[in-house]
């Protein structure tokens, strides 16, 4: 018999968070996937932890000249709801 808190959802470890996350952060993931990553988030403080680290080194690195602005307007935006989920963990 298996029950999980999660219902259907997708709940990945700390080692596939940090495996997956430049891609979520990136918005490359597949939604479910993606999902999956956040609810991780949410309930992970050092997941969390290690998620704004890598968010201000990719945040640097498109600042240093890879970004375009509408792709920044969208991660504004993702990030946002991501900063959202984090809090509500907290
Ligand atoms: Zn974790």
Redo the contacts with the bound molecule.
Sequence with gaps: MTETTSGNLDMP??QE?ALRLSDHLDRALPLRRSLGVQA?LAL?P??RRYAAQLRETLGLARAAGQAAPADEAGEAAALAMFDRLAKKGA
């Design positions: 470890t700390c968070v991780h992970c050092n997941c």
